[in-house]
Protein backbone atom coordinates (compact mmCIF):
# COMPACT_ATOMS: atom_id res chain seq x y z
CA UNK A 1 0.00 0.00 0.00
CA UNK A 2 1.49 3.53 -0.93
CA UNK A 3 0.76 5.91 2.04
CA UNK A 4 2.20 9.26 2.52
CA UNK A 5 3.15 10.22 6.12
CA UNK A 6 2.70 13.91 6.94
CA UNK A 7 4.88 14.67 10.56
CA UNK A 8 4.70 17.89 12.18
CA UNK A 9 8.47 18.18 13.34
CA UNK A 10 6.98 20.41 16.19
CA UNK A 11 4.37 18.07 17.86
CA UNK A 12 4.73 18.66 21.33
CA UNK A 13 5.03 14.96 22.62
CA UNK A 14 7.42 13.05 19.93
CA UNK A 15 10.75 13.50 19.95
CA UNK A 16 13.47 13.75 16.59
CA UNK A 17 13.69 9.55 18.12
CA UNK A 18 10.15 8.85 18.41
CA UNK A 19 9.68 10.20 15.11
CA UNK A 20 12.36 8.12 13.40
CA UNK A 21 11.27 5.00 15.16
CA UNK A 22 7.75 5.19 14.29
CA UNK A 23 8.75 5.59 10.59
CA UNK A 24 10.89 3.07 10.63
CA UNK A 25 7.98 0.67 12.01
CA UNK A 26 5.69 2.00 8.94
CA UNK A 27 8.48 1.64 6.47
CA UNK A 28 8.00 -2.08 7.34
CA UNK A 29 4.55 -2.40 6.26
CA UNK A 30 3.94 0.59 3.87
CA UNK A 31 5.40 1.91 0.35
CA UNK A 32 6.36 5.30 2.71
CA UNK A 33 7.04 8.55 1.48
CA UNK A 34 7.49 10.86 4.48
CA UNK A 35 7.10 14.87 4.29
CA UNK A 36 7.82 17.20 7.44
CA UNK A 37 5.57 20.49 7.64
CA UNK A 38 7.27 23.90 6.87
CA UNK A 39 4.38 26.26 7.71
CA UNK A 40 1.08 26.75 8.71
CA UNK A 41 -1.30 24.94 6.07
CA UNK A 42 1.72 22.69 4.78
CA UNK A 43 -0.33 19.63 5.74
CA UNK A 44 -3.50 20.83 3.90
CA UNK A 45 -1.40 20.92 0.93
CA UNK A 46 0.66 17.42 1.58
CA UNK A 47 -2.94 15.86 1.84
CA UNK A 48 -4.55 17.86 -1.20
CA UNK A 49 -1.64 16.67 -3.59
CA UNK A 50 -1.60 13.27 -2.29
CA UNK A 51 -5.50 13.21 -3.19
CA UNK A 52 -5.46 14.85 -6.65
CA UNK A 53 -2.55 12.09 -7.44
CA UNK A 54 -4.76 9.02 -7.63
CA UNK A 55 -1.51 6.85 -6.66
CA UNK A 56 -1.59 7.32 -2.78
CA UNK A 57 -4.32 5.02 -0.75
CA UNK A 58 -3.39 6.22 2.84
CA UNK A 59 -2.26 9.57 4.59
CA UNK A 60 -1.10 9.13 8.15
CA UNK A 61 -1.59 12.29 9.90
CA UNK A 62 2.04 12.60 12.89
CA UNK A 63 0.96 15.65 15.11
CA UNK A 64 -1.68 17.36 17.22
CA UNK A 65 -5.45 17.78 16.42
CA UNK A 66 -4.14 20.71 14.19
CA UNK A 67 -2.20 18.47 11.62
CA UNK A 68 -5.07 16.49 11.41
CA UNK A 69 -7.08 19.03 10.71
CA UNK A 70 -5.29 20.25 7.55
CA UNK A 71 -4.81 16.94 6.43
CA UNK A 72 -8.50 16.45 6.80
CA UNK A 73 -9.28 19.84 4.76
CA UNK A 74 -6.56 18.71 1.78
CA UNK A 75 -8.35 15.18 1.48
CA UNK A 76 -11.43 16.91 0.92
CA UNK A 77 -10.30 19.84 -0.53
CA UNK A 78 -12.68 18.99 -3.79
CA UNK A 79 -15.41 17.65 -1.40
CA UNK A 80 -15.85 13.76 0.33
CA UNK A 81 -16.09 10.83 -2.25
CA UNK A 82 -15.47 8.39 0.74
CA UNK A 83 -14.70 5.30 -1.71
CA UNK A 84 -12.49 7.61 -3.87
CA UNK A 85 -10.68 9.21 -1.45
CA UNK A 86 -7.63 8.05 -0.14
CA UNK A 87 -7.66 6.87 3.70
CA UNK A 88 -6.52 8.94 7.15
CA UNK A 89 -4.72 7.47 9.47
CA UNK A 90 -4.12 9.44 12.92
CA UNK A 91 -0.73 8.88 15.17
CA UNK A 92 -1.50 11.50 17.86
CA UNK A 93 1.93 13.48 18.71
CA UNK A 94 -0.06 16.64 20.35
CA UNK A 95 -0.83 17.70 24.08
CA UNK A 96 -4.85 16.98 23.61
CA UNK A 97 -5.33 14.84 20.28
CA UNK A 98 -8.98 14.62 20.94
CA UNK A 99 -9.79 13.02 17.26
CA UNK A 100 -7.38 10.06 18.11
CA UNK A 101 -8.99 9.65 21.45
CA UNK A 102 -12.64 9.58 20.17
CA UNK A 103 -11.61 7.17 17.43
CA UNK A 104 -10.25 4.53 20.49
CA UNK A 105 -6.93 5.10 19.40
CA UNK A 106 -4.10 5.24 22.13
CA UNK A 107 -2.58 8.38 23.49
CA UNK A 108 0.79 7.06 22.97
CA UNK A 109 2.83 7.64 19.64
CA UNK A 110 4.06 4.19 19.89
CA UNK A 111 1.03 2.51 20.97
CA UNK A 112 -1.01 4.31 18.29
CA UNK A 113 1.20 3.33 15.75
CA UNK A 114 1.05 -0.54 16.76
CA UNK A 115 -3.02 -0.22 16.79
CA UNK A 116 -2.76 1.27 13.01
CA UNK A 117 -0.60 -1.41 11.81
CA UNK A 118 -2.60 -4.01 13.18
CA UNK A 119 -6.04 -2.51 11.79
CA UNK A 120 -4.07 -2.02 8.32
CA UNK A 121 -3.08 -5.78 8.62
CA UNK A 122 -7.00 -6.56 9.48
CA UNK A 123 -8.41 -4.28 7.30
CA UNK A 124 -10.43 -2.30 10.21
CA UNK A 125 -11.66 0.86 9.12
CA UNK A 126 -14.74 3.00 9.49
CA UNK A 127 -16.53 5.99 7.61
CA UNK A 128 -17.10 9.23 9.89
CA UNK A 129 -19.00 11.92 9.56
CA UNK A 130 -17.40 15.43 9.97
CA UNK A 131 -18.60 19.66 10.27
CA UNK A 132 -18.20 22.30 7.31
CA UNK A 133 -18.55 25.62 8.52
CA UNK A 134 -18.55 28.49 6.15
CA UNK A 135 -19.37 31.92 5.50
CA UNK A 136 -23.12 33.25 5.34
CA UNK A 137 -24.36 34.05 2.35
CA UNK A 138 -25.48 38.28 2.16
CA UNK A 139 -23.35 38.62 5.61
CA UNK A 140 -19.80 39.91 5.54
CA UNK A 141 -17.94 37.19 6.03
CA UNK A 142 -20.07 35.42 2.99
CA UNK A 143 -16.46 35.05 1.20
CA UNK A 144 -15.06 33.05 4.05
CA UNK A 145 -13.55 29.81 2.28
CA UNK A 146 -15.20 26.77 3.86
CA UNK A 147 -13.30 24.48 5.93
CA UNK A 148 -14.02 21.17 7.81
CA UNK A 149 -13.57 20.16 11.15
CA UNK A 150 -13.05 16.94 12.77
CA UNK A 151 -14.40 17.13 16.29
CA UNK A 152 -15.04 20.60 17.87
CA UNK A 153 -15.75 24.64 16.81
CA UNK A 154 -16.79 27.02 18.64
CA UNK A 155 -18.28 30.77 18.45
CA UNK A 156 -17.49 33.03 21.08
CA UNK A 157 -16.50 32.51 24.60
CA UNK A 158 -14.05 28.93 24.34
CA UNK A 159 -12.97 30.64 21.17
CA UNK A 160 -11.47 33.63 22.61
CA UNK A 161 -9.80 30.95 24.88
CA UNK A 162 -8.27 29.13 22.35
CA UNK A 163 -6.96 32.37 20.76
CA UNK A 164 -5.70 33.53 24.05
CA UNK A 165 -3.48 30.10 24.48
CA UNK A 166 -2.30 30.25 21.14
CA UNK A 167 -1.23 34.05 22.14
CA UNK A 168 0.90 32.48 25.22
CA UNK A 169 2.70 29.78 22.99
CA UNK A 170 3.65 31.82 20.61
CA UNK A 171 5.46 33.40 23.14
CA UNK A 172 7.33 30.63 24.39
CA UNK A 173 4.63 29.32 26.45
CA UNK A 174 4.05 25.27 26.37
CA UNK A 175 0.35 23.68 25.89
CA UNK A 176 -0.28 22.57 29.08
CA UNK A 177 -4.00 21.79 30.78
CA UNK A 178 -2.80 24.66 33.23
CA UNK A 179 -2.72 27.09 30.81
CA UNK A 180 -5.91 26.06 29.65
CA UNK A 181 -7.35 26.75 32.70
CA UNK A 182 -5.49 30.25 33.17
CA UNK A 183 -6.85 31.59 30.41
CA UNK A 184 -10.52 30.45 30.30
CA UNK A 185 -10.08 32.46 33.95
CA UNK A 186 -8.32 35.26 31.77
CA UNK A 187 -11.04 35.05 29.33
CA UNK A 188 -14.21 35.13 31.82
CA UNK A 189 -12.80 38.47 33.59
CA UNK A 190 -12.08 40.34 30.03
CA UNK A 191 -15.01 39.29 27.99
CA UNK A 192 -17.28 42.04 27.74
CA UNK A 193 -19.92 40.09 25.76
CA UNK A 194 -20.35 37.64 28.31
CA UNK A 195 -22.99 40.01 30.28
CA UNK A 196 -25.57 39.76 27.53
CA UNK A 197 -25.29 37.34 24.77
CA UNK A 198 -24.60 38.70 21.21
CA UNK A 199 -25.20 35.10 19.66
CA UNK A 200 -28.29 33.91 17.71
CA UNK A 201 -28.87 30.76 16.74
CA UNK A 202 -31.08 29.53 13.38
CA UNK A 203 -31.57 26.41 11.83
CA UNK A 204 -34.56 26.11 8.87
CA UNK A 205 -38.03 25.61 10.04
CA UNK A 206 -37.52 26.63 13.90
CA UNK A 207 -37.60 29.93 16.02
CA UNK A 208 -34.60 31.61 16.30
CA UNK A 209 -32.50 31.55 19.93
CA UNK A 210 -31.32 34.55 20.60
CA UNK A 211 -28.84 36.16 22.92
CA UNK A 212 -26.53 32.92 23.55
CA UNK A 213 -23.10 33.86 25.01
CA UNK A 214 -21.18 30.63 24.09
CA UNK A 215 -21.97 28.30 21.26
CA UNK A 216 -19.73 24.75 21.12
CA UNK A 217 -20.57 22.67 17.85
CA UNK A 218 -19.29 19.02 18.49
CA UNK A 219 -19.17 16.49 16.04
CA UNK A 220 -17.92 13.57 18.65
CA UNK A 221 -17.63 13.17 22.65
CA UNK A 222 -15.52 13.51 24.47
CA UNK A 223 -15.38 17.42 23.37
CA UNK A 224 -12.04 17.70 24.94
CA UNK A 225 -9.59 16.51 27.80
CA UNK A 226 -8.16 17.11 30.71
CA UNK A 227 -5.46 15.05 31.01
CA UNK A 228 -7.07 11.77 30.67
CA UNK A 229 -10.02 12.76 32.15
CA UNK A 230 -12.76 13.17 29.07
CA UNK A 231 -15.05 16.31 29.26
CA UNK A 232 -18.43 16.23 27.31
CA UNK A 233 -20.25 18.90 26.27
CA UNK A 234 -22.98 17.32 23.94
CA UNK A 235 -22.68 13.37 24.94
CA UNK A 236 -24.83 12.50 21.90
CA UNK A 237 -22.47 13.82 19.42
CA UNK A 238 -21.10 10.42 16.95
CA UNK A 239 -18.92 9.92 14.13
CA UNK A 240 -21.88 8.43 12.69
CA UNK A 241 -24.31 11.30 13.39
CA UNK A 242 -24.66 14.60 12.04
CA UNK A 243 -23.63 18.18 14.85
CA UNK A 244 -24.89 18.13 18.13
CA UNK A 245 -24.96 22.13 19.65
CA UNK A 246 -24.14 23.45 23.16
CA UNK A 247 -25.18 27.06 23.66
CA UNK A 248 -25.21 28.46 26.98
CA UNK A 249 -27.09 32.29 27.52
CA UNK A 250 -25.69 33.23 30.55
CA UNK A 251 -22.01 33.24 32.17
CA UNK A 252 -22.65 35.02 35.32
CA UNK A 253 -20.29 33.73 38.41
CA UNK A 254 -22.86 31.48 39.38
CA UNK A 255 -24.08 30.66 35.83
CA UNK A 256 -20.11 29.45 34.91
CA UNK A 257 -19.80 27.53 38.68
CA UNK A 258 -22.55 25.28 37.81
CA UNK A 259 -21.55 24.76 34.18
CA UNK A 260 -18.01 24.17 34.58
CA UNK A 261 -18.85 21.78 36.86
CA UNK A 262 -21.38 19.94 35.34
CA UNK A 263 -18.63 19.94 32.47
CA UNK A 264 -16.16 18.40 35.05
CA UNK A 265 -18.34 15.76 36.16
CA UNK A 266 -20.25 15.48 32.93
CA UNK A 267 -20.13 11.44 31.39
CA UNK A 268 -20.86 9.83 28.35
CA UNK A 269 -24.81 10.18 29.36
CA UNK A 270 -25.00 13.67 31.10
CA UNK A 271 -23.50 16.70 29.83
CA UNK A 272 -24.25 20.22 30.81
CA UNK A 273 -28.05 21.46 31.84
CA UNK A 274 -30.49 23.88 33.01
CA UNK A 275 -32.98 26.64 32.15
CA UNK A 276 -29.60 28.72 30.53
CA UNK A 277 -27.97 25.55 28.45
CA UNK A 278 -29.36 24.95 24.98
CA UNK A 279 -28.65 21.57 23.87
CA UNK A 280 -29.83 20.03 20.35
CA UNK A 281 -28.87 16.77 18.56
CA UNK A 282 -27.95 15.56 15.30
CA UNK A 283 -28.27 18.82 13.08
CA UNK A 284 -27.27 19.00 9.57
CA UNK A 285 -27.69 22.53 9.20
CA UNK A 286 -27.66 26.06 11.02
CA UNK A 287 -26.13 29.12 11.63
CA UNK A 288 -25.14 31.23 14.01
CA UNK A 289 -25.20 34.90 13.95
CA UNK A 290 -23.75 37.41 16.41
CA UNK A 291 -24.40 41.35 16.61
CA UNK A 292 -20.95 41.96 17.12
CA UNK A 293 -17.74 40.02 15.52
CA UNK A 294 -16.69 37.05 18.34
CA UNK A 295 -13.55 34.55 18.24
CA UNK A 296 -14.04 31.85 16.06
CA UNK A 297 -12.27 28.33 16.44
CA UNK A 298 -12.21 24.52 14.79
CA UNK A 299 -10.76 21.82 16.38
CA UNK A 300 -8.67 24.05 18.53
CA UNK A 301 -7.44 26.42 16.00
CA UNK A 302 -7.98 30.07 16.61
CA UNK A 303 -9.25 31.60 13.39
CA UNK A 304 -10.00 35.25 13.73
CA UNK A 305 -13.32 37.00 14.57
CA UNK A 306 -16.84 36.14 12.86
CA UNK A 307 -20.11 38.26 12.72
CA UNK A 308 -21.35 35.02 11.30
CA UNK A 309 -21.13 30.87 10.27
CA UNK A 310 -23.10 28.48 8.44
CA UNK A 311 -22.81 24.95 9.65
CA UNK A 312 -22.99 21.83 8.13
CA UNK A 313 -23.25 18.14 9.33
CA UNK A 314 -22.37 15.50 6.73
CA UNK A 315 -22.50 11.94 8.03
CA UNK A 316 -20.15 10.26 5.44
CA UNK A 317 -17.38 12.35 4.78
CA UNK A 318 -13.96 10.09 4.94
CA UNK A 319 -12.82 6.48 5.55
CA UNK A 320 -10.32 6.12 8.39
CA UNK A 321 -8.26 3.34 9.46
CA UNK A 322 -8.96 2.46 13.40
Known amino acids: MRALLVVNPAATTTSARTRDVLIHALASDLKLEVAATERRGHARDLARRAAESGEVELVVALGGDGTVNEVVNGLLHHGPDPDALPRLAVVPG ?44 GTVD ?19 VVGRVEQQRERGRRSTHALYVRQVLRQFFGDPHRGRGTITFERPGHTPVRELVLSVVCNTAPWTYLG ?95
Open 142 to 160: EAVPARWFTFTAGFGFDAG
Open 228 to 322: NRPVYAAPGATFDTALDVLGLSSLSAAAVARYGTQLLLSSPERGPHGKHALSLHDLTDFTLHSQVKLPFQMDGDHLGLRSSVTFTGVRRALRVIV
Open 94 to 137: GSTNVFARALGLPNDAVEATGALLDALRDGNERTVGLGLASGTP
